[in-house]
């Protein structure tokens, strides 16, 4: 297992949220989507320039943009 931001995660792969470092508004925002830690996440897809990416969590589909995610550290498998 390997800490990476969501930014850095590929297509198709999975992890678990261990850290949102977003503070203030933007932090409260992402929160409120549900992305904190130990929610299971995976990347579905990108855009074709690579920003937003699309992510699922708890069931929906969620779109951040990369400038987001890199606020957010997720926990992946090898």
């Known amino acids: ?3 990476l931001s969501m930014r850095e995660m590929k297509e198709n792969q999975s992890g678990v949220i ?3 470092r977003a ?3 933007l932090g409260k925002r992402i929160r409120d989507m549900g992305l904190v ?3 299971e ?3 579905q897809g990108r855009a074709p320039l690579y920003d937003p990416v699309a992510i699922r969590i708890m ?3 969620l779109t951040l943009r ?3 995610a890199d606020y957010i550290d997720v926990t992946v498998e090898d």
């Open 1 to 3: 297992m390997f800490r």
């Open 18 to 20: 261990t850290e949102v």
């Open 23 to 25: 503070k203030g508004e």
């Open 37 to 39: 830690p130990g929610a």
């Open 41 to 43: 996440v995976k990347i």
């Open 59 to 61: 069931g929906f589909t």
């Open 66 to 68: 990369n400038s987001e």
